[in-house]
């Protein structure tokens, strides 16, 4: 099946800045994709380019197969749900959600129905006829969906949308959001620069740093296998160690690092420099098991309890500037500025893009 | 000498309010005169001369062609008004500032300039005094006003959800109705109130562009000509009623709206 947004090479400038930088993207129908990201990576442009708010500089943004490019937004088969709700304060509940009904024509009954539908799905039953500033921040978040939703859009493009709240209401619209989507069935776009809401929410995860897309795939895949230095960092917290390709034999690489020699599979040019990310998870402190890599030693620095394990920083001797993170189980007695051996299972090394 | 002080300051501000409304309070009470002359002693209180005021055909023909000027020359201001600060404020134009400064410029130029210049370029172009030239003159001198007001005003909230009722299907003239004009209710409700008063007492232009028919202020003026009468001391205290009135509505309205 094709996707249903297929973005092809779309780069965008403003001013003299290249926002996004040749990015394409395939969105599958009735899925949930997440856009990620810090701010100044590109995302909100993207999504903007989507909901047709802008023109790519470059590119082409296909919807259900058809040329949606310069199409205004208007006429494409998407809605948004802006961060600021951008609700229309002069009108009730009902005319908010309806609007976008009366714009197609739709008489007031079939509207008035729609839109009573439209707020139950989203939770609200019974504000249709209160103005949007008797509502919190929760709620008029709801009728900015539902208002976005009630026109049956194939794509909704959600704009930070959980920005605005607090945690605990933002982790709950959070399962909302999802429920939502898998009721109507459309194909959720959401922008955002939490992991903990990206990796939650999303079918299918896409990392972007500086105008590209850096990793993409579903959440568990860019967890445990990222694609780039910047993904394995931003997701979640990794140890990043630099390494030259010394050779390449069946599959196995021998790399000369900061930290020592090491030697595990994969394939790379000999020669080449490549990046290694080790999660906290994988490190093991304490003496190497047979067949593990060893990091070296290192000097405990930080230890952070964190109710079921123990968070430790360990700075590695052969070259300070390297520091790794790890999770230490309750049980094992470390204490700061001890001298510790680190290593992992060689599978759990990722080799990383640049 | 605290006491002393403070005795001095509300001594100077009944001094100043004194002499802003005392002439009016003089007008008011001379209105109400039973006599011949607006001169004391106080005769009163009458009400023989509003009586005079509403039996004069002139005064009240007057009384009516300045309302309608006032109302639409105040619509026909605020409308303009509202277009341009919604092109200045959502559109990027060449010499943007020069262009602003511009539109509010006539706000700093005398009345009489303008009206004379009105009046050289409607008999250039053979446009007859008449009431719709005073109209005319008066929307030139409020646009500026109402520019002001509105632009002021808009803000990025109208632009996030002028941009909402555009993805969800709004035309372009639907987003101006439906969406920003009611949201900058008011701005407009309070330009065009100020519109309406500035254009109810407005002598030079009126004076100046109009013949037969004429507005309030300026069959004031004719009655002035004859001589003070308690009557013209009526008629001016209708005017400033008016007046008055209007701007407690405006007050009123956005004192409501400000609390929201």
Not at chain 1, 17 to 26: A, F, K, M, Q, T
Not at chain 2, 186 to 207: I, K, N, Q
Request: proline share 6%; net charge neutral.
């Amino acid at each position: 099946m094709s996707p249903l947004v297929e973005i092809r090479d779309v780069s965008h400038d403003f001013g003299a800045g290249r926002v996004l930088d040749g990015v394409s993207l395939d969105i599958p129908t009735a899925s949930y994709t997440v856009l990620l990201g810090p701010s100044g990576s590109g995302k909100t442009t993207l999504l903007s380019i989507v909901g047709g708010f802008l023109m790519p500089s470059e590119g082409t943004v296909l919807i259900g197969g058809k040329d949606c490019t310069g199409l205004l937004p208007a006429r494409r088969p998407t809605t948004t749900v802006f961060q600021d709700y951008a609700l229309f304060p002069h009108m009730s509940v009902g005319g908010n959600v309806g609007f976008g009904l009366r714009m197609r024509g739709d008489p007031k009954r079939e509207r008035i129905e729609a839109a009573g539908r439209a707020l139950e799905l989203v939770g609200l039953p019974g504000v249709f006829d209160r103005r949007p500033h008797e509502l919190s921040g929760g709620q008029r978040q709801r009728v900015a969906l539902a208002r976005a939703l009630v026109v049956e859009p194939a794509v909704l493009l959600l704009d930070e949308p959980l920005g605005a709240l607090d945690m605990k209401l933002r982790r709950q619209m959070q399962d909302e959001l999802k429920a939502i989507q898998k009721r109507v069935g459309a194909a959720f776009v959401h922008v955002t620069h939490d992991q903990e809401e990206a990796m939650a929410l999303a079918d299918k995860l896409v990392v972007m740093n500086h105008g590209r897309i850096v990793d993409e795939g579903p959440p568990e895949q860019v967890y445990s296998r990222p694609r780039t230095r910047f993904s394995a960092t931003f997701m979640g917290e990794s140890a990043v160690v630099d390494a030259r390709v010394l050779s390449q034999d069946g599959g196995r690489l021998d790399l000369e690092s900061p930290v020592g020699r090491l030697s595990l599979p994969g394939t790379a040019a000999p020669g080449s420099t490549i990046a290694l990310a080790v999660r906290p998870e994988s490190l093991r402190i304490g003496e190497p098991r047979p067949g593990d890599v060893s990091f070296g030693h290192g000097t405990l620095g930080e230890i952070v309890f964190q109710g079921s394990f123990r968070r430790v920083m360990v700075v590695s001797q052969a070259d300070p500037a390297i520091t790794f993170t790890a999770r230490a189980p309750l049980d094992q007695a470390l204490s700061s500025g001890e001298r510790v051996h680190l290593s992992c299972r060689p599978e759990d090394i990722i080799l990383l893009e640049e | 000498m605290r006491a002393a002080l403070k005795m001095l300051a509300g001594v100077y501000a009944l001094a100043v309010y004194g002499f802003i409304f005392l002439p009016v309070a003089v007008l008011i009470l001379y209105s109400f005169q039973a006599t011949l002359f607006p001169i004391p002693p106080f005769t009163g209180p009458s009400l023989r001369w509003y009586e005079a005021v509403l039996g004069d055909r002139r005064l009240m023909a007057g009384l009516v062609n300045s309302v309608s000027v006032a109302v639409l020359s105040s619509a026909v201001a605020v409308v303009l008004g509202f277009l341009a600060a919604y092109g200045f404020a959502r559109f990027r134009l060449p010499a943007q500032t020069a262009l602003r400064a511009l539109i509010t410029a006539p706000l700093m130029v005398s009345y009489l300039v303008i009206g004379m210049g009105l009046l050289i370029l409607f008999n250039a172009t053979g446009v007859p005094k008449s009431l719709v030239s005073a109209g005319i003159a008066h929307a030139v001198i409020n646009l500026p006003l109402s520019f002001a007001i509105i632009y002021s005003q808009i803000g990025d909230h109208h632009l996030y959800a002028e941009r909402a009722a555009r993805d969800l299907g709004a035309r372009q003239w639907q987003v101006l109705v439906l969406v920003t004009a009611p949201m900058l209710w008011p701005a407009l409700f309070a330009s065009f109130f100020l519109a309406m008063t500035f254009s109810w007492d407005e002598f030079v232009m009126a004076f100046l562009l109009t013949r037969f028919e004429t507005t309030l202020p300026v069959e004031i003026w004719n009655l002035l000509r004859s001589g003070l009468n308690p009557k013209t001391n009526a008629v001016g205290s209708l005017v400033f009623g008016v007046s008055i009135m209007a701007v407690l509505i405006i007050e009123l309205v956005l004192v409501r709206t400000l609390r929201r």
